[in-house]
């Protein structure tokens, strides 16, 4: 799944993200990702702020997450 206006959804300016997949056997980048994104735990839920930062952050890791 690439992020794009046609499959990447969004409410006004707050994307709402789960992370479905444990962080375990990741490589250090992608943890620091998840981590700089505010993911600890497996089902963790978190409401950011939709802008070119958090939008890139979520393309290095969108395997492990899901967008709502």
Known sequence: MTINDKNFKYNGEKITIKLKISTAGCNPNQKANIL????KKINQQRTLMNNSCVRGMIKKVIHMLEIK
């Open 36 to 39: 700089g994104l505010g993911l």
